[in-house]
Nanobody, 128 residues
Framework: VQLQASGGGLAQPGGSLRLSCVVS????????IGWFRQAPGKEREGVSC????????YYWDSVKGRSTISRDNAKNTVYLQMDNLKAEDTAVYYC??????????????????????WGKGTQVTVSS
């Protein structure tokens, strides 16, 4: 499975961006897919996760209420809609996935474990 993130760019504070993650290869019911980010000088942190079987979602507190993760299985694409952007959202954004042995909710798995298959990132810069 390969992942390719796109859709980053320059946005103003309060603005919106939609990131896309195209997944090449089979994504099944036991896959969890997530978005993560890394700002300069900081550790990588979680943004949002989605469990492919039922679309269950999980958001880290830093983006809760401002972001929406969604999927289009026909296009093998996972999206991250980010609204009300803040300067602190500036980072390289990555999508990642993991194939599990059974179903786990996005909340359960992503709050406890790391995803293992990563794509290249896309830069998001929020600045006026």
């Amino acid at each position: 499975v390969q992942l390719q993130a796109s859709g980053g760019g320059l946005a103003q504070p309060g603005g919106s961006l939609r990131l896309s993650c195209v997944v090449s290869g089979f994504i099944g019911n036991y896959h969890v897919i997530g978005w993560f980010r890394q700002a300069p000088g900081k550790e990588r942190e979680g943004v949002s996760c989605l469990s492919n079987r039922d679309g269950d979602t999980y958001y880290w507190d830093s983006v809760k209420g401002r972001s929406t993760i969604s999927r289009d299985n026909a296009k093998n694409t996972v999206y991250l809609q980010m609204d009300n952007l803040k300067a602190e959202d500036t980072a390289v954004y990555y999508c990642a996935t993991v194939r599990l042995a059974r179903y786990y909710s996005a909340r359960y798995y992503c709050s406890r474990h790391r995803l293992t298959n990563w794509g290249k990132g896309t830069q998001v810069t929020v600045s006026s």
